[in-house]
């Protein structure tokens, strides 16, 4: 490594959590972004009662203490999508989505600017495989968005690297021979692979386009394995595929709102109130949807969708995840099992690996050819995700990386390599 410190960093916008790493002699590649933590959760709370703003691990600890406010989370979803140029209302005032990705952005810059102490107007930027499935006028028109956001926030010089790359060039750093390794980047938002011969030899080429074998990802991430626990497991409690009096469904619409994170506050508007009120004259389900009524009222949509992140993050671990529910109901649980979690989530399970599958083929590469799979991000600890991949890759062994940070490291390894 050069005995100077880099002139640019690598920053890792994350679905869930942020990052942002900087090369400089005998120090940490990842910088410190909140209470000692290099990890900043991309979350803003706008709390009414302070007027005031906060980000990462104190906007959520604000929210569940129970600030009145708004609180917003994977804001990284909405790149890519029709969202993204629209706006929402914060206390009182309408805040375009784009000014909301660049303030938090702006304090990712500021935060690791105080932590290194010095300017940062370049930087390498981390980007999924896809940002929108099988669409290349979308996906590059969502990266120009990100960039145009990220002059906004501040930074003048920016270039892009695929995320799973990033991941590659920190696992490398490790090595003392030569592995062909699939680098498995299983995030918040997005499942990208990338096929990659990794060395001690190769790390010092300027140019690793041949070592690159091919790449491939599809827009799943551990907000859509919440989401479809909470569907299968939780909004059953509030009514979801519950009976009308004439036997049709309740309308589902706001239990998707309300099992997404980027759309949890749309639940909270004038007409679905009006919706709700209207299907709760006529539905048979009233202690469910009494509950639902409670959650609406109060603004509790994403205190529930934290109770059930927590219960997927405890299944990746044990055999069943016990929901402490009282704000729905007083003195309500939930238990949840691993069989009930693997079926919930057993069509996106089946995407992920057909898309592994796909890379493979397209990259001629045999089965046991494959050295190491490599896994980081936070989704990618789930069980069942890793067991379908090793079924792909028998031979692979697994390694598991740094699931928040190996990312960020890894894009403060190309700033390094790109602008000295």
């Known amino acids: 490594m050069s005995l100077a410190p880099a002139r640019a960093c690598g920053v890792d916008f994350g679905t869930s959590n942020s990052t942002v790493g900087w090369l400089r002699p005998g120090a940490p590649t990842l910088l410190a972004l909140e209470a000692g933590k290099a990890t900043l959760p991309s979350a803003v709370f706008f709390n009414a009662d302070e007027d005031s703003t906060c980000f990462g691990r104190a906007a959520l600890d604000e929210y569940l203490e129970g600030y009145e406010g708004r609180l917003m989370r994977a804001l990284k979803s909405l790149l890519g999508s029709s969202l993204i140029d629209g706006h929402t209302e914060v206390l009182g005032r309408a805040l375009p989505f784009r000014q909301l990705l660049a303030s938090f952005i702006a304090q990712l810059k500021l935060r690791a600017e105080t932590q290194a102490g010095r300017p940062f107007d370049t930087a390498v930027f981390g980007r999924p495989v896809h940002f929108v499935d099988d669409n290349t006028d979308a996906d590059r028109k969502a990266q120009d968005t990100l960039e145009d956001i990220a002059r906004q926030a501040g930074f003048n010089e920016i270039s892009f690297e695929f995320e799973p790359i990033g991941a590659a060039l920190h696992y490398e750093a490790s090595l003392d021979h030569e592995e062909l390794v699939l680098v498995a980047d299983i995030g918040g938002g997005t499942a990208d692979f990338s096929l990659v011969r990794l060395s001690p030899q190769r790390a010092r080429s300027e140019d ?208 390094m390599r790109r602008y000295g």
């Not at 706001?254 to 949890?264: C, D, E, G, R, S």
């Open 208 to 415: 690793r386009r041949e070592d690159l074998l091919g790449n491939a990802g599809v827009h799943i991430g551990g907000t859509d394995f919440d989401r479809a626990l909470s569907l299968e497991c939780v909004m059953p409690l509030l009514g979801y595929r519950g009976k009308m009096k004439n036997g049709a469904e309740i309308p589902s619409s706001i239990f998707f709102q309300l099992a997404t994170w980027h759309t949890i506050n749309s639940a909270y508007s004038r007409q679905v109130s009006a919706d709700l009120q209207h299907i709760y004259r006529d539905a048979a389900a009233r202690t469910e949807l009494d509950r639902l009524s409670r959650l609406v009222a109060r603004r509790e949509g994403h205190w529930l969708a934290l109770q059930v992140e927590q219960a997927k993050i405890d299944l990746s671990t044990a055999a069943e995840a016990v929901m402490t529910l009282d704000r729905l109901e007083s003195g309500l649980t939930h238990v949840i099992g691993t069989d009930a979690f693997t079926a919930a989530t057993r069509a996106l399970v089946g995407r992920v690996a057909e898309t592994v599958s796909t890379l493979l083929d397209q990259a001629g590469i045999a089965r046991d050819e494959v050295d190491t799979v490599y896994f980081t991000g936070g989704a990618s600890g789930v069980p069942q995700l890793r067991t379908r991949i090793a079924a792909e890759l028998p031979l692979a062994r697994a390694v598991e990386g740094d699931l928040y940070g190996s990312i960020g490291a890894g894009l403060a390894v190309q700033a």
